[in-house]
């Protein structure tokens, strides 16, 4: 994702150049205006997602998803790096702790965005004890 200030007015006068149009619509995520491509795609110039909403608390979804996506994909970045590390063969039994912790982490991103896209928590599995 872009984050200077400068890159993004780059970005939008690109969009421009090729034809986009902006519109009145602005991305709920970073706040810059949405563009529609020619093809009919509305684009927004940062992360060329299309965040269009509705509703205050639909913006609010659009930016809790944003920012666990942002979430595993750094996981899953320091997840490669770990996996490097450990087959230098250095400290393979922390590497090894550390790779655990962040596949915790990619697994509770795609648990909490499967609840949100179907809007039911999934149920824990309970072991069966002696009986």
Do not use: F, N
């Given at each position: 994702?872009?984050?200077?200030?400068?890159e993004a007015l780059r970005r939008m006068t690109e969009l421009l150049r090729?034809?986009?149009v902006m519109l009145d619509l602005t991305c709920p995520i970073c706040g810059l205006p949405l563009f529609r491509l020619k093809s009919g795609e509305i684009v927004c110039p940062l992360h060329g997602k299309v965040h269009v909403?509705?509703?205050e608390e639909e913006a609010r979804r659009v930016r809790?998803?944003?920012v666990i996506e942002e979430l595993e994909e750094l996981a899953a970045t320091r997840l490669s790096a770990l996996m490097r590390e450990a087959l230098s063969g250095e400290g393979e039994e922390a590497v090894l702790g550390l790779m655990v912790k962040w596949l915790?982490?990619?697994e509770r991103c795609r648990r909490i965005r499967s609840v949100s896209s179907t809007g039911q928590v999934p149920q824990k599995k309970i072991g069966k004890g002696k009986q």
């Open positions: 994702m872009v984050h200077d200030r400068g090729t034809g986009a909403v509705s509703s809790v998803d944003a915790d982490v990619i």
